[in-house]
T-cell receptor, first 111, second 113 residues
Framework: EDKVVQSPLSLVVHEGDTVTLNCSYEVTNFRSLLWYKQEKKAPTFLFMLTSSGIEKKSGRLSSILDKKELFSILNITATQTGDSAIYLCAVRNFGNEKLTFGTGTRLTIIP | DGGITQSPKYLFRKEGQNVTLSCEQN?????MYWYRQDPGQGLRLIYYSQIVNDFQKGDIAEGYSVSREKKESFPLTVTSAQKNPTAFYLC????????????FGPGTRLLVL
């Protein structure tokens, strides 16, 4: 059974801090790993990672995948209150289009 | 505007009642998905469909049913057999194959009276 574990489950930091969110996985026929941000309702797509060691970056957010150790991290630098959200990690395998999600990390940024 | 719409935003179900959640997309996506989100449990896949007139069970299909008669539409029925239906339901869609990601609708919150 495919499995995705995210840590920590919740995190509270002050504005301006840097945070690292973790996602580890056990998936047969790994294809890609995706990060989503969920503020209130619909999760919005952040990154898709398929290759090890290649950092994807968007503004203050970045993410990297390690296919040997089966994990990914999502970094957010100089955090702002607008970064408060649930961050979801999901993996997809070859053979079908299903995503298996982790439980998410709830990030709260205190002004 | 291209996107995924879900209705209603909130839905109340009486015991023993079947209710249907609507999901429509105009993104010309082949595949559509239904997820359930409970606090502390992330998203769990209920059903998914990769082409019209075909669908597969996800991880928690019991007590739910779907249909895919049109490419744009993938309604989910929560039947009376689903004993704990209170949750946030999210619909998503994507192209089939390739490296396309899934895009989500705004969700429907189902509450049991």
């Amino acid at each position: 059974e495919d499995k995705v574990v995210q840590s920590p489950l919740s995190l509270v930091v002050h504005e301006g801090d840097t945070v690292t969110l973790n996602c580890s996985y056990e998936v047969t026929n790994f294809r890609s790993l995706l990060w989503y941000k969920q503020e209130k309702k619909a999760p919005t797509f952040l990154f898709m990672l398929t290759s090890s060691g290649i950092e994807k970056k968007s503004g203050r957010l970045s993410s990297i995948l390690d296919k040997k150790e089966l994990f990914s991290i999502l970094n957010i630098t100089a955090t702002q209150t607008g970064d408060s959200a649930i961050y979801l990690c999901a993996v997809r395998n070859f053979g079908n289009e299903k995503l298996t999600f982790g439980t998410g990390t709830r990030l709260t940024i205190i002004p | 505007d291209g996107g995924i719409t879900q209705s209603p935003k909130y839905l109340f179900r009486k015991e023993g009642q079947n209710v249907t959640l609507s999901c429509e997309q105009n993104l010309n996506h082949d595949a559509m998905y239904w997820y359930r989100q409970d606090p502390g449990q992330g998203l769990r896949l209920i059903y998914y469909s990769q082409i019209v007139n075909d669908f597969q069970k996800g991880d928690i299909a019991e007590g739910y049913s779907v249909s895919r008669e049109k490419k744009e539409s993938f309604p989910l029925t929560v039947t009376s057999a689903q004993k704990n239906p209170t949750a946030f339901y999210l619909c998503a869609s994507s192209y089939f194959g390739g490296e396309e990601t899934q895009y989500f609708g705004p969700g429907t919150r189902l509450l049991v009276l």
